[in-house]
T-cell receptor, first 113, second 115 residues
């Protein structure tokens, strides 16, 4: 079974607007971590934001925020005030007790001027 | 920059050959993981090394093997290359500790093409 599901293959967003990237996950562990990474065309995975399963508040890092709904097993990424440099592939990932990261298929974001 | 460096950045190999990819982990990180990312897909976990021992493996055949050295750098070896091995290979280092500190720092990847 897929551990991470990202249902949006691609999204377009106007510069300066906000965009929400969907992510749902599946785990039976009580302790886990959820990550979002950005991958530009150069290939490097750039860490954006982290949410622990026991964290009661939604994580925020600058223009990135994570909408964590534990009961629904969703961890959506919100990018506010989009910039042209935000155009990239975005991956949701989960780390369980075995420490490996399970990634979703990714969402391509294209920011339009 | 994350401090994780991979070499080479690109290479082309012929089917049936063997390849070695290298990764220098971030200072202080004793865990290295390797991922294979086929074009248009998310990365898939290959294996993980912790203090020079393999301590986790994904669904990859034995011709994918690895090493971790005392300085925590690592190698990924692939024998008998197949066309489907063409992918971006990503190395990530981390330090198992608090949940937040299990964040993995990735290198820029090695793009392998098998012809």
């Amino acid at each position: 079974a897929q551990k991470i599901t990202q249902t949006q293959p691609g999204m377009f967003v106007q510069e300066k607007e906000a965009v929400t990237l969907d992510c749902t996950y599946d785990t039976s562990d009580q302790s886990y971590g959820l990550f979002w990474y950005k991958q530009p065309s150069s290939g490097e995975m750039i860490f954006l934001i982290y949410q622990g399963s026991y964290d009661e508040q939604n994580a925020t890092e600058g223009r990135y925020s994570l909408n964590f709904q534990k009961a629904r097993k969703s961890a959506n990424l919100v990018i506010s005030a989009s910039q042209l440099g935000d155009s990239a592939m975005y991956f949701c990932a989960m780390r369980e007790r075995d420490y490996k990261l399970s990634f979703g298929a990714g969402t391509t974001v294209t920011v339009r001027a | 920059e994350t401090g994780v460096t991979q070499s080479p950045t690109h290479l082309i190999k012929t089917r049936g050959q063997q390849v070695t990819l290298r990764c220098s982990s971030q200072s202080g990180h004793n865990t290295v993981s390797w991922y294979q990312q086929a074009l248009g897909q998310g990365p898939q976990f290959i294996f993980q090394y912790y203090r020079e021992e393999e301590n986790g493996r994904g669904n990859f055949p034995p011709r994918f093997s690895g090493l971790q050295f005392p300085n925590y750098s690592s190698e990924l070896n692939v024998n008998a290359l197949e066309l489907d091995d063409s992918a971006l290979y990503l190395c990530a280092s981390s330090y198992p500790g608090t949940a937040k500190n299990t964040e993995a720092f990735f290198g820029q990847g090695t793009r392998l093409t098998v012809v």
